[in-house]
C-alpha cells in the first residue's frame, strides 16, 4: 500500500492560483487529483502516468489546472491557475489504477487524507 501526503491547500480569491503537492511512499505507476465538495460525488480532476508523462484532465479545469511530478521527490503536483468558487471542495490524491477510467474514484488503491480548498468570489 502508497502512503500519500498531500500539502498546499488553503483559502484563496477567486482568479488566484494554488499548488497542492502529493508526496508518495512506494511504487507509483499512475496518479490522480480528485475533489469531493459537500453533497457530491469523487470527481477526477486530473491524472498522470507517472514512466510517461500522459496525462489526463476533466473538462472543467483544461486550460487552468496542470498535473506535474518530480521523480526524484516521488511527489505529483496539481498546479491549479484562475481558480473559481466552484473549484472548492476537499482535493484528494489517488495512486496506482489497474483499471476503470482514470475519473473513476472507486479503482484506484491508494488515497491520500485530503486538503481544503476554499475559492472566494
Known amino acids: ?6 500539502s498546499g491547500g488553503g ?4 482568479g488566484g ?4 503537492s502529493c508526496a508518495a511512499s512506494g511504487y507509483t505507476y499512475n496518479m490522480g487529483w480528485f475533489r469531493q ?16 508523462g500522459l496525462t489526463f484532465y476533466v473538462d472543467s479545469v483544461k486550460g ?4 506535474s511530478q518530480d521523480v526524484a521527490k516521488k511527489t505529483v503536483y496539481l498546479q491549479m491557475n484562475s481558480l473559481k468558487p466552484e473549484d472548492t471542495a476537499m482535493y484528494y490524491c489517488a495512486a496506482n489504477r489497474d ?4 475519473h473513476q474514484a472507486r479503482y484506484w ?13
Open 11 to 14: 483559502s484563496v480569491q477567486a
Open 37 to 52: 465538495a459537500p453533497g457530491k460525488e469523487r470527481e477526477g480532476v486530473a491524472a498522470m502516468y507517472t514512466r510517461s
Open 99 to 102: 483499471a476503470g477510467g482514470w
Open 1 to 6: 500500500q502508497v502512503q500519500l501526503v498531500e
Open 64 to 67: 487552468r489546472f496542470t498535473i
Open 17 to 20: 492560483s494554488l499548488r497542492l
Open 109 to 121: 488503491k491508494s488515497w491520500g487524507q485530503g486538503i481544503q480548498v476554499t475559492v472566494s468570489s
